[in-house]
């Protein structure tokens, strides 16, 4: 039986009850309970089940290290799979189900894999899932599937809320046990920027629970006093519930705070992500007790000595009348005193060790407390509780000598410095072969943008198993740290430790039988005996036999079994502990939330939408939009009860029968100034810029280096020394970037400024036979093709706005472009569409400016370019110079392949019926290829239904295709069949070009 | 996460304020080069564990290309200079020499 | 000529923090070489202020000078002024190379005041925002959650945080949030 002891709990306010909720019934805390001290005072021993045999599991552990007490928690938006039970703080009405069982914690079908472990050893899925190969799609996969997964996806929309913090600081302190503490202290005395965290609600880590004397006073007092010093020192702050997750590159750390997970509130962030830039980290992140491999040793009531005492000391919580301690070390002997000291039996403390006289060794026998040394458990028995155990001699092979009752086993095989945040950006261990320990090599830290060491451990986290060391260790740390002398050390006296006896197995000769009972990892279900049968496969290297057994692969990451785990590998293979190493350290330390890691970046905010000036009007006007990048264009205006096809075609033929209005504000403008914009334009761009004249237009095409299209559009020269070029929407970042590359990477001497004004400018397009008449309408400026003729710009006032006008047109139509100030684009816009009302103006979409420019035969960046393009494959060599002697791109349309007759280049595609062929269909060739596969000989790059022509139009690519007119080739539909596809010219449209001038 | 420090506006800039731009000190060769001048221009490209010099741009910032001699193994910066610079500049040479005495990197050393 | 609209309409929200739509301002971009003497005389002439050195602004967002980068500033006056500034500055370098372009529409400026501004900034941009190290009078352009800003602190203590104009809502309400989330508590005064 565990229960709440009449006194003692340190932590807990017995004055005010909580209620808590566990598998639908109530169970009584108090304030300052964790979830599992409240179910272990209330006898609720048994918190889960295995992964893979479905054992029963109880609490093994009292902080982050627990891998079985993970339950769901909360309901609907509240839910989170995977909550541990020994770090969640209970609030009244706090509501948690148990996971991984079926269909009853108690009652569990999925048990009966126990009964069959010895056919599901290590490596039982990649053996026995392997073949026949058919059977995985219907039969392995759903298996698998069905076992996987402890918790259970949550299933409602997350309701709480998140943000991240970014805190530039000198030194991070992690952990606030007393060596964080001190160190924090003492680098405070330096007036640096200091950030101490502590992942748990409470401050001084495990110190109260043994209390040393520092400077002559309880270790509780002290810890209050160094933290109202820190608190006092206005360049340090302090936060709990804050878990440092992970140290990365040059000083970079996360944390995760818990804001309200401890008392929920509406409308607060539930947790907040630190993302800290420290000059120097110290890591003071205390140590984690080991278990011991002894056969039963996952059965409920078995846990870590050290927790033991934590439920008593920090709780008052009994986890049973009669326990036996087992250990290889002195520490141990505290959790049988302070059970002694509580009025509790402890019938036995089973010491492996064959001398033990430490001074608590002899205080412990002092109390009357029976000690074995020499001895080992052979097996605990009990089912869903221990019930008692069978000891034996540690050197033997587990002969039974006397069976002890006892409802309650408290092991300690050891402790381990949580190395975590020291290893995550490559800090080096070393093995103490004294201590039994990997700890940090302090000759190989992890080294930031100095090339120095850049995190220090300290205390426990450094190996320190003392408080007078661990302080020591603080000062120093926190001195160097922040440069400065070591002070003052606080005094501290507490009891000297005798030496630990390294076991790995309980007892060293356990036989098979045993050692396929001794539990490695509870979570997962990995014993001594997979470890060992791991190796004898042939997995030596500790991350091959991780993978291959799944040893420290649960959530808890391996932090009660990694290094037991590879101290049992290091004896199967016969090779030294730390030539076997340890598996990588990664982050987080413990598991942080989706929701911290988006922060802010959620619903609405989730990504930055770029909207045009005119945004808001296609919004209340039945734009459907498409994504062009960041921004959300109108890919159609739909009327009435109209599908988003009709519209295209409605507005298509509008613009070819009176006038349409296209935003295209997003269109990239960069305005390129300077002696030498001309000359570095021709470097650009395939063609000549630099003898254009001023207030003319002319489309230009840029290339990269490979000789690849990556954009294009019309520049216009605006004076002598400035140019203007137009970007598609996607490109106007990129493109200002390649620009300022060059001018600042390679050309560093020529005379050019770059400015982005494409925001500047609400850019509207008025295009069709009418479009110079809406023009008129607005009045301001001579728009008449003497005046502005087709391809000119000029500067004027329409409307009384401010425009510069281009006679472009993307659409074979008499089209105009206007560029108005970006304040003034919305109040453009509805001039248009008022002065145009009259000639039956309509909008038009992204889709309807496709179709458009297809019937006319025009390319668009990224449908007929693809990167592997250059612009000989789509016949734009008219668009090419062939007089200069460079420009970017030239060598590289030299090479052989580029030159080669048989590249696929640009024509017209019509289907024989009529019919649209599907986007992305393939030219089907003769033969095969290696693979067997049909060989291509073109693909379509450009397909869609012209209502101005009354059936399917194309372009795409073909191999040899310009020297093919009028051949008919099949294309694939997608569904097996072709459809056969005459070579046409890829002008569909008034080839003449007789529209444009309306 | 990287930190450089930006030589033109002396922002110690976070990674994500930077864009990286590959390998620096390429010599371009356009018309007129022979196609394993073009190939090495185009495509070779340096893959050391250790010294390495890099093109970096402040994009979010003051949006200027600067040069970047850093250890890809240990993350450790020797320093930044101009993107205006066909070699690295003497002190830069020294400040690696100084931790990594007999480096070298292409033509460089 | 038709009266502009500022892209935030002059939306504002009260609070601990408050946020303001600072309005429709003027913006000229100048570039050229910032040691130039004439180039300094006229953009401090037109803005009534000193003229900024590296990673520093003068004045306000009403009527200042913001350094941009190393050939670089932006230049604040009021929005009906830009276009004649643009022409004074050109007239001022003729024949030195430079460029000056009026981009008072491309960008939206929002005002933050409050004791928490520096909390709410901190949750958003990776630059150092502590009071030691981004003190009034300097300017930052840096990352504001997602896109690209210029952080600014004021000598009176306010910000403002100037955005591309075709994000400036989602910038908004992505501060705006962030005030709402509450205090961090990490700076103090």
């Not at chain 1, 040393?212 to 936060?239: C, H, M, S, Y």
């Not at chain 1, 580029?898 to 992305?920: A, C, F, N, Q, Y």
């Amino acid at each position: 039986m565990s229960t709440r002891l009449a006194r003692g709990g340190r932590l807990i306010n017995r004055r005010k009850a909580v209620t808590v909720t566990f598998n639908g019934r109530n169970y009584k805390g108090f304030e300052g309970d964790t979830l599992a001290s409240a179910l272990l005072a209330n006898d609720q021993m048994l918190v889960g089940r295995s992964f893979k045999y479905h054992r029963p599991r109880g609490i093994v552990a009292s902080g982050a290290e627990e891998p079985n007490g993970l339950v769901n928690l909360g309901q609907g938006g509240g839910f989170e799979p995977n909550a541990r039970v020994t770090t969640t703080e209970v609030f009244e009405g706090l509501t948690a189900e148990s996971q991984n069982h079926w269909p009853s914690l108690e009652f569990d079908v999925g048990a009966i894999n126990t009964a069959l472990s010895r056919f599901l050893p290590a490596g039982f899925y990649y053996k026995m899932f392997l073949h026949p190969r058919s059977f995985w799609k219907h039969v392995y996969e759903p298996f698998i599937r069905q076992s996987a997964g402890l918790g259970q996806a949550p299933k409602a929309r997350d309701q709480d809320t998140y943000e991240q913090f970014n805190a530039h600081v000198d030194v991070l302190v992690v952990g606030g046990g007393l060596a964080g503490l001190q160190a924090a202290l003492t680098a405070g005395q330096s007036g640096l920027r200091v950030l101490l965290i502590e992942q748990s609600a409470h401050w001084g880590g495990r110190a109260a629970v043994d209390d040393p004397l520092i400077d002559g006073t309880p270790a509780e007092f002290w810890i209050k006093t160094a933290v109202q010093r820190l608190a006092a020192l206005p360049n340090v702050r302090l936060r709990t519930r804050t878990m440092g997750a992970g140290v990365y590159d040059h000083g970079y750390a996360l944390a995760h705070e818990r804001l309200t997970d401890h008392a929920p509130e509406a409308g607060k962030p539930r947790h907040r992500l630190w993302r800290i830039r420290a000059g120097k980290i110290v890591t003071a992140t205390g140590m984690i007790e080991r278990p011991l491999s002894f056969a039963g040793n996952d059965i409920p009531g078995v846990m870590l000595a050290s927790a033991v005492r934590d439920y008593a000391v920090d709780f008052g919580v009994s986890i049973g009348d009669r326990t036996v301690v087992v250990t290889n070390n002195d520490d141990a002997y505290r959790t049988a005193m302070v059970l002694h000291q509580a009025g509790l039996i402890v019938p036995a403390i089973i010491d492996a060790r064959v001398q033990a006289d430490g001074a608590l060794v002899r205080a412990a026998r002092d109390l009357g407390i029976r000690v074995e040394t020499g001895r080992a458990i052979a097996r605990v028995k009990g089912g869903k509780r221990v019930t008692g155990v069978t000891i034996c001699a540690h050197a033997g092979e587990g002969s039974g000598l006397e069976d002890i009752a006892c409802d309650a086993v408290a092991m300690s095989g050891g402790w381990s410095p949580v190395v975590h945040l020291w290893s995550h950006c490559g800090g080096k261990l070393i093995w103490d072969e004294g201590l039994a320990m990997f700890r940090p090599d302090a000759t190989r830290p992890p080294t930031g943008a100095d090339g120095a060491g850049f995190v220090f451990p300290v205390g426990g986290a450094n190996g320190m198993l003392r408080t007078a060391d661990v302080l020591t260790d603080a000062v120093a740390v926190g001195a160097s740290v922040s440069g400065q002398a070591a002070g003052d050390v606080p005094v501290a006296v507490d009891s000297e430790q005798g030496a630990i006896l390294p076991v790995w197995l309980m007892p060293q000769g356990a036989t098979l039988k045993l050692r396929q009972k001794m539990w490695l990892d509870y979570q997962n279900d990995v014993k001594v005996s997979d470890v060992q049968l791991a190796a004898r496969e042939g997995y030596e290297s500790v991350e091959h036999a991780k993978r291959y057994t799944t040893l420290g692969m649960a959530t808890d990451q391996g932090k009660l079994s990694n290094i037991n785990g590879l101290a049992v590998l290091s004896g199967a293979i016969n090779t030294p502990i730390p030539q076997v190493g340890t598996t990588t350290f990664r982050p987080p330390y413990t598991p942080i939330s989706m929701g911290a890691i988006a922060g802010v970046a959620r619903g609405d905010l989730f990504q930055p939408v770029r909207k045009t000036p005119i945004h808001g009007w296609h919004e209340a006007s039945g734009a459907e939009f498409e994504p062009v990048g960041l921004w959300r264009r109108p890919y159609a205006f739909l009327q009435g009860h109209e599908s988003a096809h009709e519209a295209v075609n409605r507005e298509v033929l509008n613009v070819r029968r009176n006038v349409g209005l296209l935003d295209a504000s997003t269109l990239g403008k960069l305005i390129v100034k300077g002696p030498d914009a001309g000359r570095f334009l021709d470097m650009l761009y395939t063609n000549v810029m630099s003898t254009l004249p001023v207030g003319k237009c002319r489309y230009g095409l840029m290339c990269n280096e490979n000789g690849f299209l990556i954009d294009d559009g019309v520049v216009v020269r605006m004076a002598e020394d400035t140019w203007l070029c137009h970007t598609t929407t996607g490109g106007a970042d990129r493109i200002h970037a390649h620009m300022e590359d060059w001018l600042q990477c390679e050309w560093w001497d020529w005379k050019v400024y770059v400015a982005n004004v494409t925001e500047q400018y609400a850019q509207i397009a008025v295009v069709g036979p009418n479009a110079r008449k809406v023009l008129e309408k607005l009045d301001g400026m001579d728009v008449t093709k003497e005046v502005l003729p087709f391809m000119t710009s000029a500067d004027g006032t329409l409307g009384g706005i401010a425009a510069r006008v281009f006679r472009i047109s993307f659409s074979g139509e008499l089209s105009y472009e206007i560029a108005v100030p970006a304040s003034q684009g919305r109040a453009f816009w509805d001039a248009c569409l008022a002065a145009g009302a009259e000639f039956g103006i309509q909008p038009y979409g992204t889709e309807c400016l496709h179709v458009l420019r297809a019937e006319k035969g025009f390319i668009m960046i990224g449908d007929e370019t693809d990167g592997t393009v250059i612009p000989q494959d789509l016949n734009l060599g008219w668009a090419i110079s062939k007089k200069k002697s460079d420009y970017l791109g030239k060598r590289g349309q030299e090479r052989s392949h580029m030159v080669d007759p048989k590249r696929w280049k640009l024509v017209g595609l019509e289907t024989v019926d009529g019919s649209v062929i599907p986007d992305g269909a393939y030219a089907v060739g003769t033969g095969t290829n290696a693979n067997g596969q049909k060989n291509t000989q073109g693909r379509v790059t450009s397909t869609y239904f012209s209502p101005t022509l009354g059936k399917g139009i194309a372009m795409g690519l073909v191999e040899r295709g310009p020297e093919r007119m009028g051949e008919v080739i099949p294309f694939t539909k997608g569904n097996g069949t072709t459809v056969d596809v005459r070579i046409v010219d890829q002008v569909f449209y008034d080839k003449a070009g007789a529209k444009q001038d309306g | 996460m990287l930190t450089l420090t930006c030589p033109y506006c002396g922002v110690a800039a976070d990674e994500t304020e930077l864009a990286a731009g590959g390998e620096a000190h390429l010599k371009r060769f356009g018309p007129g080069s022979t196609d394993a001048e073009f190939d090495t221009y185009m495509f070779a490209r340096e893959n050391p564990k250790g010294v390495h010099f890099e093109r970096w741009r402040h994009a979010y910032g003051c949006g200027k290309w600067f040069l970047a001699a850093r250890d890809t193994n240990t993350l450790e910066v020797f320093g930044t200079y101009p993107a205006q610079s066909s070699a690295p500049p003497q002190h830069i040479r020294d400040a690696i020499t100084a931790k990594r005495p007999g480096w070298t990197w292409r033509d460089f050393a | 000529m038709a009266d502009g609209v500022s892209v935030l309409g002059g939306v504002s929200v009260g609070g601990a923090v408050a946020l303001r739509d600072l309005g429709l301002t003027g913006m000229v971009t100048v570039r050229g070489n910032l040691a130039g003497g004439a180039l300094q005389a006229v953009c401090a002439g037109l803005a009534g202020v000193g003229f900024p050195g590296a990673g520093m602004a003068t004045g306000t967002a009403a009527q200042g000078i913001a350094w941009m980068s190393p050939d670089e500033v932006m230049v604040f006056v009021a929005h009906d002024a830009a276009g004649a500034a643009v022409a004074q500055i050109d007239a001022a370098l003729a024949g030195v190379h430079h460029l000056a372009v009026d981009v008072s529409d491309a960008r939206a400026l929002i005002g933050l005041s409050g004791a928490g501004a520096r909390d709410v900034l901190a949750k958003l941009t990776p630059a150092d925002m502590h009071p030691d190290a981004f003190r009034p009078g300097m300017f930052r352009r840096t990352r504001l959650g997602q896109v690209a800003a210029g952080i600014w602190a004021l000598e009176d203590g306010s910000f403002a945080v100037m955005c591309f104009r075709s994000v400036a809502d989602h910038v908004f309400a992505t501060l705006a949030q962030s005030v709402k989330d509450g205090a961090v508590g990490h700076f103090k005064g």
